[in-house]
């Protein structure tokens, strides 16, 4: 029972809005660190107010379970960092964490007065992130704006969608919630052993232009050395075919019918030979537009109208689960409701965690999406804002209850 | 493995020693730990990986040496041959296990059990050893046997659903996101267990889902079912516009996206630059409230239109400039391609693209650089991705401490 989670003594401060910060530190969160988010209800995140909002709950800041969800784990502390004196106490906490995340806009936070080279006066051996949108230096540095932006610019949106078609964002602010944040704790958890090693700390530049351009893969060489620029391929993959979604029966769903697909991909001759046995049509295994990959590749189009013929009527969990018995790789274009109520699998990992919250009742969250034999990570309910002042305040910074009183009457803890 | 310089500060995980087995769905894990300084041994079959058969090639030459796939993922990685079916073969991986911190492998679960090579095995001969599995369902479970390649991931994941517009299938994102997401959380998830050894002491096993890594990019797609039982879908969501708004318009070179109605933007911006360039009458004060261009209608049409005609005039390069060059500033920045990347004069400005050298070729190529910057212990590309068994002599002799005559009955033996 003495056993240490992974960052247990580490303290964070989450200085972040909205996502990239944000859920960084939940990584640091779930490895044990101790999280204090400063909000303040001036000037709050607005992703307090993002959907969804626990019904009858309209209003409140601390309902949104899409922030209680990307901030579990976490401790919030109100103060107002528009006033000096705010401005003071979050420096002073600073001086007792470890780590700081940050995501505004280039140079926001040296003017806010809480800048790295402020900061490490007080902590010298502070790691400190800052996500900004291309980078703290270079011409654009100017350039502000939304995880979105960054994700069309650097590549990500010309390589998904139709060949025929134009570019397509992710629906989700995919590199908010997934590329960015984990590339920049990966950095801090080699930042954190380097230290470990060696007693420094240091501030860590991440430009998410930079970052997202390094999901793009090899066409980056592909126009460096071959001079070509990779286009868009909808579902297909060089290197698998056939390769897409197919239709299959719509189920009814909210009061209309909802449309259900099923992904198949065909990696080798083999599976292309289970596939169409399982499809009944054991005489295209052979047949001569379909049975090696090259040849595939060049009639997808055609196999594809085969397969989406069979698919079509059919349940998409039916398929997949044939399919995937006979050795194809197959899965169905899944939604919230079924990862959450159907799916076995993410059931049996115990992904999703339950929480009681004091706003919200009974919750889910995400876990960690990974198992440590070692270590059970916990997930605990987001914070109410302000909920850990006393804590802070009281606890960490000595403050005394006349001190911390006359904060909330001069407006600087709000 | 090249030393750093006296310039070159070692990277933050200098000290660790990792063996990188994985396939695609987890190659990205481990370059990430070689770029910040860990020596990654990469282990391949004796004829070598089944990654260097994937395309393109450099020259359009399908040359195991020439996959630009392989040259991607592999960097700053050492790399030998090792026969993990061959009982010799697994003689001298227990011997690999017995120097590294760290391993990673993307097998089917149960596969290096069947090879005597699972973890509680390798754990006994180093208790310090962690062991990171990457796999499309994780290690136990209904699904855990089955076949995952990328878009299985982006599907069973609640990704793709999210994906795309009403009128067409739900389609992936950019390039095999689903490997790379599976990737980078077992990146984190590794050096987590790195902590709680140096913490704790002992290594463990790290067991990493695609789909549940993958989940994460799904958003708020579970919690808008768990809170109020809707399930979102392509149609409501952001394909083609944030804040009710359109975002993707065609301009001179190419497209431009830009966000009109977002947090953090003022239609007043848009309004001044249109008046600048002579718009605007053209633009009516109504607008001004966003809400009025949230909906489908009229109004949203006319601006839409007015916008379109508008960006055509200009370069994807001039809209940025006029965008942000100003007090209040319009958020319109390119849609780029690959070619827009490399040229970009940000990243040029930045250092981020990099030339490596390849002296089997005579030549160097540009390569993308540092995700992240951190210049106390910085990341590095040493070296370009190891040919077929480059590292052989060196690391069987070095580490292992065998000797000539050993090293080539192994090779004799098809063992290495």
């Not at chain 1, 280039?106 to 900004?132: F, N, Q």
């Not at chain 2, 149960?110 to 962690?130: A, K, V």
Request: hydrophobic residues 35%; contains cysteine; aromatic residues 8%.
């Amino acid at each position: 029972m003495s056993a240490k989670l992974p960052l247990e003594g580490i303290r964070v401060l989450d200085l972040g809005w909205r996502a990239v910060a944000p859920v960084c530190a939940r990584m640091l969160g779930w490895g044990g660190a101790e999280v204090i988010r400063i909000e303040s209800a001036s000037r709050h995140d607005g992703a307090r107010q993002m959907p969804p909002i626990t019904p009858g709950k309209d209003g409140s800041l601390n309902a949104s379970e899409w922030f209680n969800n990307f901030n579990c784990n976490k401790m919030s502390v109100s103060i107002n960092l528009g006033h000096p004196e705010g401005k003071e106490l979050a420096r002073r906490l600073a001086a007792m964490c470890d780590v700081v995340v940050e995501n505004f806009s280039a140079g926001t936070i040296d003017r806010m007065g809480l800048g790295y080279e402020t900061l490490r006066k007080r902590k010298p051996d502070i790691i400190m992130v800052s996500h900004s949108l291309t980078g703290l230096t270079g011409p654009w540095k100017h350039v502000k704006g939304h995880g979105p932006m960054a994700a069309a610019m650097a590549g990500m949106n010309y390589l998904s969608g139709y060949p025929d078609s134009e570019p397509i964002s992710p629906g989700q602010a995919f590199t908010d919630y997934v590329v960015n944040p984990h590339h920049s704790a990966f950095a801090i958890l080699a930042a954190l052993h380097h230290r470990r090693k060696t007693g420094r700390g240091q501030y860590i530049d991440l430009s998410q232009y930079e970052s997202i351009s390094l999901t793009t893969g090899s066409s980056f060489l592909e126009y460096t050395t071959l001079g070509r620029v990779r286009e868009r391929t909808g579902n297909r993959s060089s290197y698998a075919a056939p390769q897409g979604v197919f239709p299959c029966q719509s189920i009814p769903l909210d009061g209309k019918m909802e449309d259900r697909w099923c992904a198949i991909s065909i990696g080798n001759d083999e599976e292309w030979k289970h596939l169409c046995q399982e499809m009944g049509r054991a005489d295209l295994a052979d047949d001569p537009r379909f049975s090696t990959f090259k040849i595939r590749k060049k009639n997808e189009a055609e196999a594809e109208e085969i397969i989406g013929a069979w698919t079509a009527g059919q349940m998409a969990e039916d398929v997949f689960l044939r399919l995937q018995g006979a050795g194809v790789g197959a899965g169905v274009v899944q939604n919230g409701k079924d990862l959450l109520t159907a799916d076995p699998q993410m059931a049996f990992s115990g992904h999703y965690r339950k929480v009681q919250h004091a706003e919200t009742g009974e919750s889910t969250y995400d876990g960690p999406p990974f198992t440590l034999s070692e270590c059970p990570l916990e997930v605990r309910p987001g914070p109410l804002l302000g909920e850990h002042n006393d804590y802070v305040f009281q606890q960490l910074l000595g403050l005394t209850e006349d001190a911390v009183n006359l904060g909330y009457v001069d407006g600087y803890i709000v | 493995m090249q030393k750093p310089n006296d310039e070159q500060r070692a990277g933050p995980l200098s000290d660790l020693k990792v063996l990188d087995l994985a396939g695609p769905i987890g190659v990205y894990c481990a370059k990430l730990m070689a770029d910040l300084g860990a020596d990654v041994v990469r282990i391949e079959p004796p004829k070598g990986d089944s990654m260097r058969e994937i395309g393109p090639f450099f020259d359009d030459d399908p040359n195991p040496e020439k996959s630009l796939y392989w040259w991607h993922f592999n960097t700053s990685k050492r790399g030998v041959t090792l026969d993990l079916e061959h009982p010799e073969g697994q003689e001298i991986f227990r011997r690999l296990v017995k120097w590294a911190d760290i391993g990673v492998e993307s097998f089917p679960p149960g596969y290096l059990h069947s090879l005597g090579l699972d973890f509680d095995s390798l754990h006994s001969i180093n208790s310090e050893f962690i062991l990171t599995s990457i796999t499309p369902f994780g290690q136990t479970g209904p699904y855990s046997g089955f076949n995952g390649p990328d878009i299985v991931g982006q599907a069973m994941s609640g990704v793709m659903q999210t994906v795309g517009i009403p009128e067409r299938p739900p389609y992936l994102i950019g390039s095999e996101i689903g490997y790379w997401t599976a990737a980078t959380f077992a990146a984190n998830a590794s050096l987590l267990a790195l902590a709680y050894r140096d913490l704790n002491g002992g290594g463990q096993h790290v067991d990493t889902s695609m789909q549940r890594a993958m989940s994460l990019g799904a958003g708020n797609s579970m919690s808008t079912y768990d809170t109020l039982g809707h399930v979102l879908n392509r149609g409501e969501l952001f394909a083609r516009g944030r804040g009710g708004v359109r975002t993707l318009f065609r301009c001179k070179d190419g497209y431009v996206f830009y966000i009109a109605a977002a947090p953090g933007t003022s239609m007043e911006a848009i309004k001044e630059l249109l008046t600048e360039h002579d718009l605007g009458e053209e633009f009516d004060n109504i607008w001004l409230d966003p809400a009025t261009l949230r909906q489908e209608g009229t109004e949203k049409a006319r601006f839409e239109t007015l916008m379109e005609g508008f960006f055509l005039r200009f370069t994807r390069l001039e809209l940025l400039e006029m965008g942000f060059n100003r007090e209040h500033q319009v958020f319109s920045v390119p849609v780029g391609t690959p070619k827009d990347i490399v040229e970009s004069p940000q990243m040029a400005a930045r250092g981020f693209i990099i030339d490596v050298e390849h002296p089997e070729l005579g030549q160097t190529i540009r390569y993308p650089g540092a995700p992240y910057r951190m210049p106390e212990s910085p990341w590095h590309l040493s070296r370009r991705a190891p040919l077929i068994g480059e590292h052989n002599d060196e690391v069987y002799k070095n580490i292992l401490e065998l000797t000539g005559d050993e090293i080539s009955d192994l090779k004799g033996n098809g063992v290495i």
